[in-house]
């Protein structure tokens, strides 16, 4: 269910002259200050793991360059990806090409780019590298099911924790160099006991590995899967790592950690700015039907599985029974049911919260109603000065 928050009516009136500088369109406001801020917060949890931006949570230039500028690396799973990365100028030695299945050209543009570390997870994906095995280095994707995740990535990717020894052997008999094991422990993981799980399991084989075949597993890759506050607040990101800290903690010392954060990074720096465009009385309800849905930047309630928190602005303190629909003439395009609202008029802005993360980046222009236009805010050397913005009724 979406958090509704009710902020005083004239707290709208920042969003109103946003939305006027944008001839009233929808919008989605990227601020780069907050996506910083959670880049150090996700920093300084995991002290000495090195975090590789997940690229397909918010594909956006600024994105690139905010954290390019904070010295963060990329993973990339796709040749679009890559071009993003390149029209920024990213470091190619500074990413690592994610997607445990690749067709020949996706391998090729990779390695034209500078990319040279590859995620595998079965034999016929080692198999595709043996005529590039001089240039690469391979990790092996381990799957971790979690059902407590909404977003459980265990399923349609990685190989079975028994499976990894003969993976190694296999990949050493052809040549190629197996530099260490990934995993996904879930997007938006509930807790963090999946990661540690995963770790625990992955330091097993990197000894199993080393006992059996003389080979040095000497990179672990944690994947995703940090939480963002949806239906419910965000767990302090610091408490969420202690455990996966403790964990990583007993690895041997020669195994380098990374991360491959998406959600966490960018979920809560990005912010929907949607007008009422009609409403109706129903017998159920008073509906609203606003200019952007779930065809659009409220996608992610689809695909995602996530339910955005919602800010309206009014000063009438009864509320009554509402639902918020997306524009489409579709019937499966409703933003949130059975939730209360004070009565809201037609031009009345409704703002979604935590909205960065696999939103824009799933939006359809279905109906052919325009994706909602992203509005860069307070990005470092771009010239703008900085707006003191998204303070108003923010939920964690
Ligand atoms: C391979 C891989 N890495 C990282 C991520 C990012 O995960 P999260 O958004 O949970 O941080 C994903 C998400 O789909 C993924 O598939």
Redesign the pocket.
Known sequence: MNRVCIEPAAKAARYHRLLDEHQGKPLLVLDCDKLEQQYHGLQNALPGVEL?Y?I??LPHAAVIRTLSTLGACF?I?TSGEIELLREQGANPRLTMH???IKRDRDIRDALRFGCTTF?VDNIYEIEKFVEFRHRVGLLL?VSFPNPRSP?D?SRK?GCRVEEVPLLVQKAQELGLHIKGL?F?A????PDSSNHVYAIEQCAALIEQVQQQAGKLLSILDI?????VGYDKPAPDIDTFCAPIRAALASLPEHVQVV???????V?PAMTAVSTVMGKAKRSDATWYYLDDGVYGSYSGQIYDHATYPLTVFSDIEQTESAVIAGPTCDSIDVVAEGIELPPLNIGDVVIGRQMG??TAASATDFNLFERATIVVINEKGAGEGNIVFLDAGTPA
Request: no cysteine; proline share 9%; glycine share 14%.
């Open positions: 590789y997940a397909k949570a993973d799973a994610t997607h445990p995620v994707r977003v990535l990717f990934s996904h879930g997007s938006q993981s994947g995703g899967g940090f939480p991360a491959e954060p998406g959600r966490y990074l979920a993360a696999y």
